[in-house]
């Protein structure tokens, strides 16, 4: 898309009746389908919509798009936009066209949204939580034949839950495996604890693969900036390492994948990880960034702006309009 090419508007495939229960739609609006919202010209400032309300700036969002799909191209790498921002099926269903690589999420439930709107490579980027969400997780696999899933594991444990769930079930294609490492929250902390985890994979007879590794490199974030710097850094460096193991533990025959970037820290995930991924003809780095795409006016705005190389990277794709109920004198 050229800087003067006119802005292609989303496609809105998810149809659904609003009534004024949902917040926003003004009151007495009953059994609207969502494809009409269009031409009832609501906007917040007239009056009619319950606020506060989230509005999304469409070609903000588009701009923002193509923006990132266009660096991760650059930078050797794809991308599967995180979609727990928004968790709206039409926008991620918009950046999988645009050539994102598949989509993330953080939870089976997320998963099966995901599924219904016909987005069938998918990231779980987290643990499911034991035995429970193991056999949820099979559930929904078995229900979605076709879907390429990867899922976390960050301790033996969580690889035996799925192993029993997948072991539960023959019909089942065998479950892609990421060992994730992590710093701040989830994920094993050494690589000790992370090849522990690539045995108990091994050891499930085949009912789970070795998909590759992961990591959040935002969860090891810092007060001091100095410090976030060695984490981070540390953390990207035990990753590449971690893939180099996985590789000569697969063999060279066996697709992998490495998969981290959140929306503040992705240009160092790149700079980290592409050496050792770029080196394998078999191997995927991809980014899981959703929030760059929506972007903000706080938060992400004063994060990519400490760095000359991200200042104006997004552009804010959000608003909340609200009204002022109380002022004090």
Do not use: C
């Not at 992961?214 to 540390?234: C, M």
């Not at 959703?290 to 190389?309: C, E, K, M, P, Q």
């Amino acid at each position: 898309m050229t800087e003067n090419s006119p802005v292609p508007a989303l496609a809105t495939r998810e149809n659904f009746l609003l009534d004024d229960r949902i917040r926003g739609v003004p009151p007495g609006t009953f059994g609207l389908d969502s494809r009409l919202v269009a031409s009832q010209r609501w906007h917040p400032a007239d009056g009619r919509m319950s606020l506060p309300v989230l509005t999304l700036d469409e070609e903000a969002f588009i701009a923002n798009r193509d923006l990132f799909l266009r660096y991760a191209r650059e930078q050797g790498a794809m991308i599967a936009p995180h979609a727990k921002t928004p968790m709206a099926p039409d926008l991620a269903r918009s950046l999988v066209e645009a050539g994102a690589w598949g989509t993330t999420v953080a939870d089976v439930r997320q998963a099966a949204v995901m599924l219904r709107a016909g987005l069938t490579r998918l990231i779980v980027a987290n643990e499911v939580g034991g035995s429970g969400g193991a056999n949820r997780l099979a559930a929904l696999v078995g229900a979605w034949p076709g879907v390429e899933l990867f899922v976390f594991a960050d301790s033996v444990a969580a690889a035996h839950a799925l192993a029993e769930a997948w072991r539960g079930n023959a019909k089942l294609p065998p479950l892609r495996v990421l060992v994730e490492l992590g710093a701040g929250r989830a994920g094993a902390r050494t690589t000790g604890e992370a090849e522990a985890i690539a045995d108990a994979v091994d050891a499930a007879g085949g009912r789970l693969l070795i998909a590759g590794v992961a990591t959040y490199e935002g969860a090891a974030a810092q007060p001091d900036p100095g410090r976030t710097e060695e984490v981070i850094s540390a953390l990207l460096a035990m990753t590449a390492d971690m893939f180099l193991r996985l590789r000569a533990r697969v063999g060279g025959d066996v697709p992998l994948i490495v998969t981290a970037g959140g929306s503040v820290f992705f240009d160092k995930v790149v700079a980290a990880l592409s050496p050792a991924v770029s080196g394998n003809g078999n191997a995927t780095l991809v980014l899981r960034s959703g929030a760059i795409f929506f972007h903000d006016h706080g938060v992400y705005d004063r994060s990519l702006g400490a760095l000359d190389a991200r200042n104006g990277f997004a552009v804010g794709g959000v608003s909340v309009s609200a009204r002022n109920s109380f002022r004090p004198a």
